[in-house]
């Protein structure tokens, strides 16, 4: 599905008509994954002005997840960050990046939490890095998933509603630290099954204009945003 920076997807805490079968409110209160296959359009990217950083799947607040950015020598990287309550009792960033070599290329993204190491890691086709944090992660339970934005509630100042140019094709969200073969074999066979713990999975085949719908059978389909109607979804 291509993205133009203009649209996103979300998927709320919980299900106002209580048909999530998995709500995805406090998945990241312990292990999480997010996956994500994509081509992004790095040349729409600006480092001067807003089109800079876009959310690919992220929890909104104190953003959660994975995001592309281009930085101020115009270098493109794949970020992969949580924010946690630090020594101090002040909320302090925690990222890892991925510097991008090819700008063409289509990822195969993962990023992976995992709260009794405290540790997070992101990926790219076999490629992993991680990084280890003190502290512990903020409270997200009442953050929205967003897919192709960070926030794009007209509450969320527009600098950080970060709108992604891409064409995405699938998007998972796990409630478990998947290993790396799990991973590579998500991507390389399309589907999920009961023991990845999926608490959504989006292969955008199966949609309505304002709907994607949820492979892994939960429930939890993505909705288009829109600010004309979306205090019906919440």
């Not at 009792?89 to 990222?95: E, H, N, R, T, V």
């Not at 023991?195 to 492979?215: A, H, M």
Request: aromatic residues 12%; charged residues 25%; glycine residues 6%.
């Amino acid at each position: 599905m291509k993205f133009n920076g203009s649209e996103a997807y979300f998927l709320t805490p919980t299900n106002k008509y209580g048909l999530s079968k998995v709500e995805p409110k406090n998945i990241t209160e312990d292990n999480f994954t997010y996956l994500a296959r994509l081509t992004i359009d790095w040349d729409k990217m600006n480092k001067d002005d807003l089109t800079k950083e876009g959310g690919i799947v992220v929890k909104n607040g104190m953003h959660c997840g994975l995001m592309a950015f281009r930085d101020h020598k115009n270098m493109c990287y794949i970020r992969g960050c949580i924010w946690v309550t630090g020594p101090d009792g002040l909320p302090m960033l925690i990222d890892r990046c991925i510097e991008v070599q090819d700008t063409q290329k289509v990822f195969e993204l993962s990023f992976t939490h995992i709260k009794s190491e405290r540790r997070i890691i992101i990926g790219d086709q076999g490629f992993f890095l991680d990084r280890i944090y003190e502290g512990d992660i903020v409270d997200y339970s009442s953050s929205w998933f967003w897919v192709a934005c960070c926030n794009a509630l007209e509450s969320c100042d527009e600098e950080h509603r970060n709108y992604l140019r891409a064409d995405i094709n699938m998007v998972g969200i796990f409630g478990k630290a998947l290993s790396e073969t799990e991973i590579l074999n998500v991507f390389k066979e399309n589907k999920v099954n009961e023991s990845l713990n999926p608490v959504g999975f989006f292969d955008f085949k199966k949609q309505t204009p304002y709907k994607v719908y949820d492979e892994s059978k939960n429930g939890n389909n993505l909705v288009k945003f829109d600010n004309a109607w979306f205090d019906n979804v919440q």
